[in-house]
């Protein structure tokens, strides 16, 4: 029997960056599904089931801080790693405030999939 693949929620309003996350996590093996804005992500995991959420910090309709707290009322069990430009040390503690396990700064690739695996095995992202 199979395990089937955990499913990744990736909420970025670039393009670019939809297209770069879902190479990299599908390529490893997870299953990617894109949302491009605060409302379409939450309307997404209201209807689906998600293993992981990976969230930007800023969306033309709202912030990824208030958005990890949505998707923490929402799916409280799926854990939510912040993948964002937004390179302060406030940056990443609103974002862990917020309920994140993990928070990587753009374009760090490698931190991105570490935490990912990480957390997703239950280990916490360790970053």
């Not at 804005?37 to 033309?60: I, K, N, Q, T, W």
């Amino acid at each position: 029997m199979t395990t089937p693949q955990p499913r990744i929620l990736c909420v970025d309003d670039h393009d670019d960056t939809c297209l770069l996350l879902s190479a990299l996590l599908g390529g490893s093996g997870y299953e990617v599904k894109h949302a491009g804005s605060v409302g379409e992500a939450l309307g997404v995991a209201r209807e689906e089931h998600f293993d992981l959420f990976v969230l930007d910090s800023r969306y033309p309709d709202g912030s990824g801080v208030e958005l990890c707290r949505q998707l923490r009322q929402v799916r409280p069990q799926a854990p939510v790693v912040f993948y964002s430009g937004a390179a302060l040390a406030e940056d990443e503690a609103l974002g862990l405030g917020a309920g994140a396990e993990a928070y990587v700064v753009k374009p760090e690739i490698d931190g991105l999939l570490t935490a990912v695996e990480r957390v997703l095995r239950g280990q916490g992202a360790g970053l």
